[in-house]
C-alpha cells in the first residue's frame, strides 16, 4: 500500500535524560502507529554531522555546533514508526521546532517551553525533545543512516484489526496472527 | 543491572510506552533498549522442548513479531522486578536476580550498547565494574554457545 509510510523519531538526548521516552512512545502508539524499528544509541560527531548535515546550509555553522552538541550529549532512542501518511502525523504530534510556538497537546507544547531568542542569548540548541523527519525523502535517508535493514521489522499489531483493516476476512486472519507470548 | 524482555505479545499489543514508563516509575534507568527478534537465541529452544500442540502454535506466531530488550539498572532492582513481573505477567520477561541477568545481558547486549549518563539530574547511578557490567565488557567477543558452556560449568 503506497500510502503507508515510515518515518524517523528521535527521542533526543534531552528527552532520554528526563525520563520522556516512555510518554513519547506511548502517545504514538496511542493513534495506531506501529513502532518497526527502535534502539538506544550514542552517536559521536562525525554520525551526528551526517544526521544534520543540511543544518549548515540552512540555518549556518553557529547552529550546526549547536545541534551537534545536543545530539552527542548523550544516548538517545532512535525509532522508525509506519503508518498512514506518517510523516506528516508524527510532525503533528511533535509541533513546531520552536517550543514556545508548539501548541498544548503536541510532544514539544507539553514538554519544552524556550524560545529560539532564548537559545540565541545562551548559545545552546533548543532542547525540544524530539526529532522528526520532515519529508517522505528526508524520512527515507533518515531511516537508511540510523537503521539497517535488519533492524525493522515487518509484524501484525492490534492496529492492523483496529485501524488499518476494515474488512471481516481481513480482521479474522489478522486476529488469529497476534501472538499470546 | 537487569535485563527485562517486552515480549513479543507485548509488542503486538502496542504496549511498549506504557511497560518503559512503569520501568522508570520503579526508579530503574533505561541504559540499553533495542528491537530485535529472538527466535533464534530463545524462542527456538522452547520450541524444540515444547511438546503441547496449541504452546507449540503460540511460538510460531510468537516468532514472527519481534521483542525489545531493555537493560536497566537501579537501586531496588530486585523489588522492582518483582512488580513488573506482578503487573505484566507472561509479557514481560524480567531477570530473577543478578548472576541470571549477567548471563542474559552478556547473551543479547554488546558492551557498547549500554549506556551510562546522568538522568534527571540524579547523577550516574552505576559503575561499569559495578553489578556485573565489568563481567561482560572483558567478554564481548565471546559467542553465544561459548557463554552457555561456561554457564553450564559454573552450575556444575
Known amino acids: 500500500m503506497r500510502m503507508i509510510e515510515k518515518t524517523l523519531l528521535l527521542v533526543k538526548p534531552d528527552g532520554v535524560q528526563r525520563g520522556l521516552t516512555g510518554e513519547i512512545l506511548k502517545r504514538f502508539e496511542n493513534v495506531g502507529l506501529k513502532i518497526v524499528g527502535m534502539k538506544m544509541v550514542w552517536v559521536d560527531e562525525d554520525f551526528g554531522a551526517k544526521h544534520y548535515s543540511d543544518i549548515k546550509i540552512r540555518r549556518g555553522e553557529k547552529v550546526f555546533k549547536a545541534v551537534l552538541g545536543l545530539i552527542t550529549m548523550g544516548p538517545v532512542v532512535a525509532l522508525v514508526l509506519e503508518g498512514v501518511d506518517a510523516v506528516e502525523v508524527v510532525r503533528k504530534i511533535c509541533g513546531p521546532t520552536e517550543p514556545k510556538a508548539a501548541l498544548p497537546g503536541t510532544i514539544r507544547g507539553d514538554f519544552s517551553h524556550v524560545s529560539f531568542a532564548y537559545s540565541d542569548v545562551v548559545d545552546q540548541a533548543v532542547r525540544n525533545v524530539v526529532h522528526s523527519s520532515g519529508t517522505k525523502e528526508e524520512a527515507k535517508n533518515e531511516i537508511a543512516l540510523w537503521f539497517k535493514d535488519e533492524e525493522i521489522h515487518n509484524y501484525p499489531s492490534v492496529h492492523d484489526i483496529h485501524i488499518l483493516h476494515h474488512k471481516a476476512e481481513h480482521i479474522k486472519q489478522m486476529r488469529k496472527a497476534l501472538p499470546k507470548v | ?156
Open chain 2, 1 to 156: 543491572m537487569l535485563l527485562i524482555i517486552a515480549k513479543p505479545s507485548a509488542i503486538a499489543q502496542n504496549m511498549l510506552g506504557k511497560i518503559i514508563q512503569s520501568i522508570e516509575k520503579e526508579g530503574l534507568v533505561v541504559a540499553g533498549m533495542k528491537m530485535q527478534s529472538i527466535d533464534i537465541h530463545y524462542l527456538q529452544n522452547k520450541l524444540n522442548r515444547e511438546k503441547r500442540e496449541e504452546a507449540k502454535a503460540q511460538i510460531i506466531l510468537a516468532k514472527k513479531v519481534p521483542a525489545v530488550l531493555i537493560a536497566a539498572y537501579g537501586e531496588n532492582e530486585s523489588k522492582a522486578s518483582k512488580k513488573l513481573e506482578e503487573e505484566y505477567k507472561w509479557k514481560l520477561h524480567v531477570s530473577q536476580n543478578e548472576e541470571v541477568a549477567k548471563y542474559e545481558i552478556a547473551r543479547f547486549f554488546k558492551v557498547e550498547e549500554i549506556f551510562e549518563y546522568e538522568k534527571n539530574g540524579l547523577g550516574k547511578a552505576f559503575e561499569k565494574e559495578q553489578n556485573g557490567i565489568k563481567f561482560w565488557s572483558e567478554n564481548k567477543t565471546r559467542s553465544v554457545e561459548e557463554i552457555e558452556k561456561e554457564s553450564k560449568k559454573a552450575k556444575k
